[in-house]
């Protein structure tokens, strides 16, 4: 029997047993959507990784202040003083940049009021990581910084490419967002706190549903001079001179671990003694709630690889029956001329072609479930491809494949004679 006749006969059986099929086939296209899935969601969070590190930087750490830690009074804790401290010691660091936010800040521009308002105080090296805005006008710079000017840069609310279902019932709880989308606010002077600051410049965000970092909850509304923000917009919970953060990238991945003692050394000399603070590798962060997202992963896989396992279960009893209804019919194939292997090759090519049928359904159905999930989530990361498609598919059939082969080997024993004899 050549390949073309198997594939006929396969169809045909198919055909003639269409609830024990369907069953098998349902089983398999669960299990091939399910494996799909997690074959995309992978690679979406590789890639996203990828894009999130270049964006990092190579070598970037943040130093914040300990939570909990009961000072001995030796130390003032962490300060901008710090921060130059740093630079000035260390000239080949990338980026150095003190980091403050004033997460309900009072904003007011004619009729437009907010009390919501995160005003972010820091230095004009924070641009240089993380920087996924267009510029309009300029940023904060140094002369800004060290003349204490009362400038900002506005940061206007992220729109949406493709927009989930749930964004169109969703209402923006800051009154700034709306109010700096209608006006063009550069040039002006806005009210930040008790104090007037002049717009400088203004930076668009890219849509939230494409936008490469890992993480953009908390994006500044407003970004001003550290030392500004020190004099005008401090919180009352922080001391004169006290910032919230440090970050820091060494732009040099292998010279990570050596500045990372030697930082820690000089702000133990600088606080005389009392660790009251924390360096922390972003990296490792990352890797942290990536492993929260393999956990997930690891669980649809392990649903997929059970919903295919029932289906080629399925598909072996679809086989034992069918051998069972047609042992006579083996027995004539046998008889004249028919060979072991050309029964072998019968059932198996029946089951994987009933197993390439249901992975074919299984990418559909796995398509339809990355467009739903697409759309309750503000970002999903699957990212498909057609060699995705054509493994799940070759994984079913496989499957099916391989279930089937000891039912179809034990007909292909059968003994011509005895199975003629069969009714």
Known sequence: ???????????????????????????????????????????????????????????????EAKRNYVSKGLSQGLTLSDADALRRQFPQLYMVAPKTMRWNGRFQHGRGESRRMRVLGTSPEWRRRDWVYQLRGRFINQWDTD???RVCVLVLPAGWHKKPFWANFWKRDNPYDDYALHHDLMGRQVRLEDSYFTVVGVLTPPPQDLDPRWESWGTPNAIVPMTAFQERLRPLWLKPNQVEEILIDTGDERALERLRREIKQLLLHRHRGEE??????????????LEKQRKYINAALALGIVALLAGGIGIMNVTLAAIFSRVKEIGIRRAVGATPGDILAQFVIEAGLLGAA?????????????????????????????????????VGALISAVFAAVPAWQASRLDPVEAIKSE
């Open 147 to 149: 003349h204490q000017s």
């Open 358 to 394: 249901g992975g074919v359904a299984g990418v559909g159905l796995g398509l339809v479930g990355v467009y739903y999930l697409k759309q309750m989530t503000d970002r999903d990361l699957a990212h498909m491809t057609w060699l995705h498609c054509l493994a799940v598919v070759a």
């Open 1 to 63: 029997m050549n390949a073309a006749e198997a594939l006929r006969v396969g169809a045909r059986e198919i055909y003639a047993n269409k609830f024990r099929s369907a069953l098998s086939f349902a089983a398999v296209s669960v299990g091939v959507a399910s494996l799909l899935y997690t074959l995309a969601q992978t690679r979406g969070m590789q890639e996203a990784l990828q894009k999130n590190l270049a964006l990092m930087g190579p070598g970037r750490m943040t130093i």
């Open 276 to 289: 009251d603070f924390e360096i922390n590798d972003m990296r490792e962060a990352i890797e942290t709630e």
